[in-house]
Every structure is written in C-alpha cells, then in structure tokens.
C-alpha cells in the first residue's frame, strides 16, 4: 500500500528504413493494407489536393468534430436539411 510498481519501459523505435510489405492471404483485405496508407507525404499530399478541390467548388468543410457538432447539435436545437448542407 502506498508503494507504486514501477513503470513498464518504453517501446523499442521503430526499425530504420521501409516498412516491410504487408503478407498478403487470398480472399482477405485490409484496412490500409496499402503501403500509401502509412506514408505522411502521400496521405499530406491527398488531403491537400481535397482542400484545393473543396476550395474551387466553394465547399467549406471544417475540422471534424466541428462539423459534428454542426449537423449534430449537442444544446437541443434540430436542423432542418436545408442548415446542414
């Protein structure tokens, strides 16, 4: 009582270099099975060509929990369709 154990240690770093290729099993697909899905300036890339793409179609899309919070209103209030979109 009082005494607190220790904390486990750290993780080891990731390892250097590629990731290495996900095992592929006939007839299974994975969610981010694909080597793009873990790669920052690949997915930075995507995100900033649907922000140039939003931005030419003058559709503002927010952070995610505020358009949440928008279409889904936590004080009470009911929007009709014509406020969410």
């Known amino acids: 009582l009082g005494v607190e154990d220790p904390a486990p240690p750290a993780p080891p770093p990731p390892p250097e270099g590629k990731p290495p290729a996900p ?9 981010g099975d694909e080597l793009w899905f873990d790669d920052p300036e690949t997915r930075k890339r995507l995100r900033d060509s649907v922000i140039e793409a939003h931005r030419e179609e003058k559709i503002l899309v ?24």
């Open 23 to 31: 095992i592929r099993i006939d007839g299974v697909e994975l969610f």
């Open 62 to 85: 927010g952070p995610p929990a505020d358009e949440v919070e928008r279409i889904c209103p936590s004080n009470g209030r009911i929007l009709g369709a014509g406020a969410v979109l």
